[in-house]
């Protein structure tokens, strides 16, 4: 660590008197997309006492201008500024924007800063810009946190404090862009995993990018049976409002994942659908062993998750 | 409430020195079935200083025996004698074996005493005892609390509290009946809520059957995905924690009401998976405008969940 802090303090030196052009004692941040995740990762640096200017972007104006009154952001400044000014820069839109931007982003970025994006899916967007002339200086990040709420008002500072940061392509980073990254990530207390691009998106399409369509589709379920019965959910337990929490979830934020991650999905919904129709056809059989049985087999969670 | 208190306390004094023969000062209460429910119903009565003695019945005698050293029960008994000191009977085994026990516990209930059952299904348990001489000393409950853990250890005294219990067929039982289960259930801060059985069976098939099966679908799925890959799972969010949360409860259970709710969870299953299907369909097809008009129609649940 100590090494790592002193490469980056002389990157910071030659930064600072060289492409900016002025004195500067913190490292300037630029995220783009103004939300959840965006908005954690700014109030988590500030919380932890990072020597940090976060410069926000974001489209809509609104959320631009409730993060700079929420404080996730020192200033608001149009994209290209924002990139010209960046010791590093965030990529935490939905998906289909980070994919639009990467190119873009990249084409922009000054020769020492540092490109990270905290985008669910990584198969697409490392292909993008997989013979990009500056794809070094590009680090493609998951961090495994999130809730079911978005926008600038659902961040908060502890959001990613202890949890994953997933690095893939790790090899096709340069070794500046990667410890840069890295080093903001263990200022926030995440821990790193690495791994290649097309295994990263087959794992979450089970374990996270399914979780979001069960949910929506036990909402839609419910919704639809009690159209009228908003009584009945005053009386729904906590099993229920754990199963379908995640059909809170932004639509603009998951219709592009699953659209990136299709095939993978796909395939999960598949055999989801199949587990579903086994359950189904036991109950109907009136078998009730055979239902128990496969209980018994998701039992297994258990050993699993604790 | 202090009409309702008298009612009880002249009924009390009427069993103590009636049926049973010998003075007491509190109430009998035979718990059959010493489990998450019928635990955490004695320490709650326990924990508001309820003057009650608790005696518990249970055909598993290391959760007997677990359950007299955690102090859920005063003391153990077979089933006979239970129910011949009772004030009151609960039933609170797995449906299966309240189906069974109903009829029985009925024809050996002391004239002055109430039975009540904490089963998660109400149709088929009501049918049972509908033309029984003594169906109004019974009362038809269902508490809704629970967790993914089960037996005598699961057990905690504010369980309960705050929750809802929901009473069926109200009608049937006889006002004193009635009156001392209520009053329990206010005794540990529950609120009541009343409907009739077929009513109750159709909407849990949906707000709690649908969500256990959907997520023990959920874990068959990943666990079949991802059999050697212990690893994924730490870097699961909470997400996926959340929605397969329910994979980790009890298939001695839940087997029995899937069985006893089998119409009501497969037209609900029916749904859920035209839902999914649905989001397989929009997914294959690339058609993201149609997955987030799914989602966005699905994100009505926070306006009903808050």
Request: neutral net charge.
């Amino acid at each position: 660590m100590q090494g790592c802090t002193k490469t980056i303090m002389a990157q910071r030196t030659q930064c600072d008197s060289g492409s900016h052009g002025n004195r500067r004692n913190s490292m300037n941040i630029s995220i783009i997309g103004l939300g959840l995740l965006g908005g954690s990762f700014a109030l988590g640096l500030k919380a932890k006492g990072a020597a940090v200017s976060i410069i926000g972007v974001d489209s809509n104006t609104a959320h631009a201008a409730e993060a700079l009154k929420r404080k996730l952001v020192d200033k608001i400044m149009p994209l290209e500024h924002a990139i010209a000014e960046a010791d590093v820069v965030v990529l935490a839109t939905p998906v289909n924007a980070i994919l639009q931007l990467l190119p873009t982003v990249l084409d922009l970025l000054p020769p020492k800063a540092a490109l990270m994006d905290f985008g669910s899916t990584k198969g697409q967007l490392c292909a993008v810009v997989e013979t990009h002339p500056r794809r070094g200086q590009f680090v493609a990040m998951h961090p495994i946190a999130g809730t079911e709420y978005s926008g600038p008002e659902a961040a908060f500072a502890t959001l990613l404090e202890g949890q994953t940061m997933i690095i893939c392509e790790r090899e096709k980073s340069d070794q500046a862009a990667l410890a840069r990254a890295e080093k903001l990530c263990h200022t926030l207390g995440m821990h790193l995993r690495y791994m290649p691009a097309a295994e990263h998106d087959l794992h979450f399409a089970y374990v996270s990018h399914l979780s979001h369509i069960s949910s929506f589709a036990l909402g839609l379920t419910v919704l639809d049976k009690e159209k009228n019965e908003k009584n009945i959910f005053d009386m729904a337990g906590s099993g229920f409002s754990s199963t379908v929490r995640l059909a809170k979830s932004s639509p603009q934020m998951w219709g592009p994942i699953f659209s990136q991650n299709r095939e993978n999905v796909s395939e999960a919904l598949a055999g989801y659908i199949a587990q579903l129709q086994q359950f189904k056809d036991a109950i109907d059989a009136q078998d009730e062993e055979q239902a128990k049985a496969l209980m018994e087999k998701a039992n297994d969670i258990r050993r699993i998750l604790g």
